[in-house]
């Protein structure tokens, strides 16, 4: 079984390939240019539909939903840049895979846990900064427009809760990358990740709405919870030989139900 345990040397030798990566992204515009549509148009979008909504409810005495609306908008401006991080992290091993250069990187001294770490962050880091980027400017147009300040405590979940958003879509993205065979089988997959993420996202805009903050904590752990969880099955499902040897997906019932037996019932 692999070691799990995160050094400082993993780090640093995993920034080397989060660096390449990062570098490698931004020079593809069909990245770029949804994440500075998500991060410069679209929080002025909801500003504007903030204002709008605001002055609205106000004419017929429901201030309050417009005072709801602020923050759940805030939670939507810092979660729709993440959603990129998908579309990274799927292509991050079979993409490579196709373009025919995953040997090279799969031949470098690099451990496995330093190879997946440095993956989970390229995909994860350009995201999160347009995120952040999206959140200052949404925060920004509000006081213009409405005077309104975020709470420290909200905004601090807000900030939370979109980090261990991405991460978690990172996390299981490279692991169904790490598994299939082509862009096409992990763009499939991928609604695995979007649909739960696309339902949690509805549970939190009723928390919202209803003003219970403080329920964002619960939600934040778990997610830490599922990261770390969907971390270590990605570190020990990595395999280089695999990676480079499989061509075919295939279900082996037999096979699945073998590793079942072992894993849950032993070997005696």
């Known amino acids: 079984m692999q070691n799990t345990f995160i050094t ?14 990062i570098r490698d992204s931004l020079r593809d515009w069909r990245i770029i240019m949804p994440i500075l549509f998500l991060t410069l148009f679209f929080p002025a979008l909801m500003n504007f539909t903030a204002k709008a909504a605001v002055d609205f409810v106000s004419e017929y005495g429901a201030e309050i939903i417009g ?8 939670m939507i401006v810092g ?8 579309v990274i992290a799927l292509e991050s ?32 880091i350009p995201p999160l900064i347009a995120a952040y980027m999206g959140i200052i400017v949404y925060l920004v147009g509000l006081y213009i427009n409405l005077r309104w300040v975020a709470p420290i405590q ?6 939370v809760l979109t980090t261990v958003q991405a991460t978690v879509m990172v996390s299981a993205a490279v692991v169904i990358s790490t598994q299939v065979t082509s ?22 805009s009723v928390i919202m709405f209803w003003a219970r903050y403080d329920v964002l904590w619960a939600i934040i752990f778990g997610l830490v919870l599922l990261n770390v ?10 395999n280089r030989e695999e990676l480079l040897g499989k061509d075919l997906d295939e279900i082996n019932v037999v096979a699945m139900w073998k590793f079942f037996r072992k894993e849950f019932v032993g070997e005696s």
């Not at 920034?15 to 990566?21: D, G, H, L, Y």
């Not at 997959?189 to 939190?204: H, K």
């Not at 969880?229 to 990595?238: A, D, E, I, N, Y």
Request: proline residues 5%; positive net charge.
């Open 229 to 238: 969880v969907l971390v270590r099955m990605g570190v020990q499902l990595f």
């Open 154 to 159: 909200l905004l601090i979940q807000i900030v």
């Open 79 to 86: 979660f729709f840049p993440i959603t990129v991080s998908i």
């Open 183 to 204: 862009v096409r089988a992990s763009n499939l997959l991928s609604s695995f990740v979007i649909i739960p993420m696309a339902l949690l996202i509805q549970g939190e």
């Open 67 to 74: 005072e709801r609306l602020i923050p759940f908008l805030l």
């Open 93 to 124: 091993f079979v993409g490579e895979k196709e373009r025919h250069s995953l040997e090279p990187l799969l031949s470098s001294p690099l451990s496995n846990i330093q190879l997946y770490l440095g993956k989970v962050l390229a995909s994860t």
């Open 8 to 21: 400082r040397d993993d780090l640093r030798r995993a920034f080397v390939i989060t660096k390449r990566e």
